[in-house]
């Protein structure tokens, strides 16, 4: 099997497909309204001081694992590991499939809203107004399933292509379309009268406003952003050609991530500030706080539509990623052929997304006090750093100064970091993480 391997096409192909991984709903839905909610700047130095020591290493850990091994999660942690560690490959492919589930119903969420620009429905100068539509909406049952199982759809089918020919393909159309469709955005929401009080709150630190949930909140979105500890970067990682240098493409990635979550923050903050909206609404920043602003901006319903495309597009390349992970595994691991391992994740996802969708309202789908979607992410919140701190430790101490051999190409490809990046997987990261995950507990 690993002979036969399907390989990316060029380096630019997988970095678009890695940063496609990575760049999703986290940071275009996710990282504004945290950024609000947590005193703007303050948050924002936080954030990005927390993707340089966690993110940029872990991200090269799974690299560095999926390279060494040509396999999927487990296949990489059963070949480089043995004993217990292919648990931690089962963790990640099990924790992806769940976020997939209620990934896609958020996602449907954002083609509604396309359609909803459209048609000038959203266009309501009352955040009530909106509010009471979208909790209408999300409560009604058939719409919103049959909108998640489109898009559902659209994932599988990116995915039977193949990594050259549906990954790599759409990565390289799909990326650039975001970054242009983010500079319009951009370009108009701080060109609008008061956007400058947005982007002083989100470049001027308060540190008054920092607490340890502050802290906490940070590390975790500097996490779920570059989507580690769910085997994604494991699995693309599977498909890199041996000459390829992981450090410097692990940086790109980092870098495209963290690039579009910070563009992200230009694009919402100043718009919500120049409508004197509040910045800390929450998850309803994006589906509630956002069409007040589009419905009173000129062409309002033009740039509505354009943003709710951008969610969708991010939505998209992160979506694959999760699915790939899936069909990876059980192509490696069982006789199924591509088509077939698709095509059957895709339903079962799908069918575990039902639920999260009809908890929004039409059903009360209920899990620890929590509704389905909403138990389904906190889950998930605390598997996603057990995950990356399992690949620390592995890659860190079982692995230890092979780890360098093996993200060096035994000494052909330099990497004058490479003890720094080890005692960060070996004390500073593990350390990070579980400071997020006992915050989390207690």
């Not at 909406?137 to 058939?142: D, L, N």
């Not at 994006?286 to 969708?312: E, N």
């Not at 069909?327 to 996802?349: H, I, K």
Request: contains cysteine.
């Amino acid at each position: 099997m690993a002979a036969a391997r399907e390989h990316w096409g060029s380096r630019f192909g997988f970095i678009m497909a890695a940063a496609g991984s990575a760049v999703g709903l986290g940071n275009i839905w996710k990282f504004p309204y945290e950024t609000g909610a947590n005193g703007g700047g303050a948050f924002l130095l936080l954030y990005l001081l927390f993707i340089v020591i966690f993110g940029a290493s872990l991200i090269l850990a799974e690299m560095v694992l999926g390279r060494a091994s040509g396999r999927n999660p487990v296949g990489a942690f059963r070949l480089l590991g043995g004993g217990a560690w292919p648990g931690v490959g089962y963790l990640g492919v099990f924790t992806g499939f769940v976020i997939l589930s209620f990934y896609i119903v958020i996602a449907g969420w954002t083609v509604a809203y396309m359609g909803f620009m459209l048609d000038g429905s959203l266009m309501s100068s009352t955040p009530e107004a909106i509010g009471a539509q979208f909790g209408g909406f999300i409560s009604g049952g058939v719409t919103p399933v049959v909108l998640a199982g489109l898009f559902m759809a659209a994932t599988v089918a990116v995915v039977l292509g193949g990594i050259g020919k549906g990954i790599e393909r759409a990565s390289k159309l799909l990326m650039p379309v975001l970054f242009v469709l983010l500079l319009v955005l951009i370009a108009r929401a701080v060109s609008l009268p008061g956007a400058g009080e947005g982007i002083r709150f989100f470049l001027v630190p308060d540190w008054s406003k920092v607490t340890g949930a502050t802290v906490t909140s940070a590390i975790g979105q500097a996490f779920f952003s570059l989507s580690l500890g769910m085997g994604a970067l494991i699995t693309y990682g599977s498909y890199l050609p041996k000459s390829t240098p992981m450090p410097g493409s692990a940086a790109i990635i980092v870098g495209l991530d963290t690039m579009v979550a910070v563009l992200a923050g230009f694009m919402i903050l100043p718009a919500v500030f120049a409508y004197s909206l509040d910045p800390a609404a929450g998850p309803g920043l994006t589906f509630v706080t956002l069409p007040v602003v589009f419905s009173q901006m000129p062409a309002g319903t033009v740039f509505g539509f354009v943003f709710f495309a951008l969610l969708f597009v991010a939505a998209l390349t992160s979506a694959v990623s999760l699915l790939e992970v899936v069909v990876t595994y059980l192509v490696d691991e069982t006789p199924l052929t591509r088509r077939q391992a698709a095509l059957g994740a895709g339903l079962v996802c799908f069918g575990l997304g039902v639920p999260s969708s009809l908890s929004q309202g039409a059903v009360d789908i209920q899990v620890f006090g929590m509704d389905f979607l909403s138990a389904a992410a906190a889950l998930t919140d605390l598997l996603l750093p057990i995950g990356g701190l399992l690949t620390a430790l592995f890659v860190g101490w079982k692995l230890g100064p092979k780890a360098l051999a093996l993200v060096t190409d035994e000494g052909r490809q330099a990497f004058p970091l490479a003890r720094v990046w080890l005692f960060i997987l070996r004390f500073v990261a593990p350390i990070g993480i579980a400071y997020v995950l006992i915050s989390g507990l207690i």
